[in-house]
């Protein structure tokens, strides 16, 4: 039996442009399920970024709700929607947005430090077991500009995931990187996933793709596709690539 985590009603969101309004989200429906890697596809444009923002509290819709733990957060105000970035949401972009002047260490540790909810002792001990899990452990005083950019967006997953967040967002978390960094970046977003974090990432990349335990397809600022996938395994890579592209295929991408 699944849990919902998080889940979307009637969403709709516009920008005003040119004098007009730009409809990018019209009346989205979405639940999101705990231990999902739920991952969405679709063509440039299509609204995928402003999807995430808008369900994740970045940015605001323009109508319809966005509940996470029985509460709207569309009407949340700036001060709890910062708490709920804190303490419930980690966040990976493509760009890493690391801090340049503090080391990888300092990076991942400050949004702890930040949690009044656990003790700066608790903090160290979670930062030194997720530099291990990165492979950054031998790195962890060089600066951002001092390694490579797959070890950079290593560091920024740590830092995402410092304060254990119920849901972690990713807005192509593999888009700046070359393929062996790509490869590296998705075993750690598979091993965190197998491992019970509930993940919403939107990618153009089909081998990011093949991660997902779930696939949505957007069109037009809707969902037109849903695609339940078991978990992800090396072995059976080449057999679940096929089925997605069938399905990639029928969405016309
Ligand atoms: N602040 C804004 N003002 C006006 N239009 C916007 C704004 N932000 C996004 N849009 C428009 O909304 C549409 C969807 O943008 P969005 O960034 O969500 O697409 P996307 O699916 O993430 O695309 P990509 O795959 O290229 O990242 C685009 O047509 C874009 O121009
Ligand atoms: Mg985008």
């Given at each position: ?35 999902d ?39 949340a ?43 700066v ?64 970046v ?15 990432m ?52």
């Open positions: 039996m699944k849990h919902s985590i998080l889940s979307a009603n009637g969403l709709c969101k516009s920008f005003a442009h040119n004098g007009g309004q730009v409809h990018v989200l019209s009346q989205v429906d979405l639940e999101l399920y705990e231990r890697f739920t991952v969405i596809m679709g063509a440039s444009g299509s609204g995928k970024s402003t999807l995430l923002y808008a369900l994740s509290g970045m940015d605001q819709a323009t109508a319809g709700q966005v509940m996470y733990g029985g509460e709207n957060i569309v009407d105000v700036e001060k709890r929607l910062a708490s709920l970035r804190h303490s419930d949401f980690g966040f990976i972009f493509q760009q890493m947005h690391l801090v340049s002047n503090l080391s990888l260490l300092e990076n991942i540790v400050v949004p702890g430090y930040l949690n009044k909810k656990v003790s002792n608790q903090v160290k001990a979670r930062a030194e077991e997720l530099l291990q899990m990165m492979g950054l452990s031998h790195i962890k005083s060089h600066l951002p500009s001092q390694v490579s950019g797959g070890e950079q967006q290593r560091c920024a997953i740590a830092r995402a995931v410092i304060n254990n967040p119920k849901l972690l967002f990713a807005d192509e978390p593999t888009g700046a990187l070359n393929r062996k960094n790509t490869t590296e998705l075993n750690l977003l598979t091993d965190l996933n197998q491992s019970g974090q509930s993940i919403l939107v990618t153009h990349d089909i081998r990011a793709a093949l991660r997902a335990t779930r696939l949505l397809y957007l069109e037009d600022g809707k969902i037109v596709g849903d695609l339940p996938l078991p978990d992800y395994s090396l072995e059976e890579e080449k057999s679940r690539e096929a089925q997605v592209n069938a399905w990639l295929s029928a969405m016309e991408w």
